[in-house]
């Protein structure tokens, strides 16, 4: 990654997804900037930023337009140029992840559950692709919840189906430009956005005792995936779900012997 620069959007804290990116892609020589939403979080971001040698750290809510513009208006102001963005943001009512979908969700919440955890992305991809003048990746963050019904995940499956839409789209459209876009999904991980979920204790140790690896998967498990998917070495990989879940996505139903016992 020596000579790449990269925004990374969605670090809370040490637990989550985009600081094992993040961490990953430093070790890697790659030069990063990051995004913090409010105050109180930033305070969290700097010095994790700072210990990887970035001061580049920039305040951004993707539900006002105007503060995903300005981050871009600051990057210009420091970087030529722009190599990878690392979307990993994702918000829903945490009241609406739990219970029965078509009972709970309410339009509002499914419009703002979309337009953070979805629509961000391609706004985001707007702006970005503006900048990569020698190609580029893009990388999401979704969930299996996606394709199969996980219970509790309700409208955040909804908008992470739509998220793997977009992020199909979106390499199409930029692909003739070089600049490739694909996703991770992630078996759970316990962050702050995991512990919205209702049962995500159960719903961890359940992926634990099924997965073919037989444990759940680490930030540095995912860190790795990422450096793939936004290095060269996966330059003829675009518009792909690359799972990172030990396994878990390939199963069809509970081991026998857990059934059994
Ligand atoms: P996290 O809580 O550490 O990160 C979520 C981030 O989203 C936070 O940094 C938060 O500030 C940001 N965010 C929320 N609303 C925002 C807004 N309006 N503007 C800007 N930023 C906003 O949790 P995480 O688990 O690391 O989540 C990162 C991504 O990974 C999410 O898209 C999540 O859905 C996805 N994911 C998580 C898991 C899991 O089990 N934790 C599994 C698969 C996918």
Request: aromatic share 8%; hydrophobic share 40%; charged share 20%.
């Amino acid at each position: 990654m020596q000579g790449k620069r990269g925004l990374i959007m969605g670090v809370a804290n040490d637990h989550s997804i985009a600081w094992g990116i993040a961490k990953t892609l430093a070790q890697h020589g790659a030069e990063l900037a990051f995004t913090y939403q409010g105050e109180a979080l930033g305070k969290r971001v700097a010095p994790l930023a700072q210990s990887l040698g970035s001061e580049l750290v920039i305040p951004c809510d993707v539900e006002d337009i105007a503060s995903v513009d300005a981050v871009f208006e600051t990057l210009d102001r420091t970087w030529d140029g722009l190599d990878f963005v690392v979307h990993a943001i994702g918000f829903s009512d945490k009241s609406q992840l739990k219970g029965s979908y078509v009972d709970v969700t309410t339009r509002e919440n499914f419009s703002r559950t979309m337009v953070i955890s979805c629509f961000s992305f391609t706004e985001i991809a707007q702006r970005a692709a503006k900048r990569m003048r020698n190609g580029g990746s893009l990388l999401t963050l979704t969930y299996g919840g996606s394709t199969r019904v996980m219970p509790n995940y309700n409208v955040m499956g909804v908008a992470k189906a739509a998220l793997e839409a977009s992020m199909r789209y979106i390499a199409s459209d930029l692909g003739p430009k070089g600049i490739r876009c694909n996703a991770i999904s992630a078996g759970p991980v316990r962050t702050l956005a995991g512990a919205g979920i209702s049962d995500a204790r159960l719903m961890f140790t359940y992926q634990k005792a099924h997965a073919p690896l037989r444990r759940t998967v680490t930030i540095e498990d995912i860190g790795g995936s990422a450096l793939y998917l936004l290095s060269d070495l996966s330059n003829g990989v675009t518009g792909e779900i690359h799972y990172v879940d030990s396994g878990y996505n390939i199963i069809s139903m509970p081991r026998p012997d857990v059934l059994k016992a």
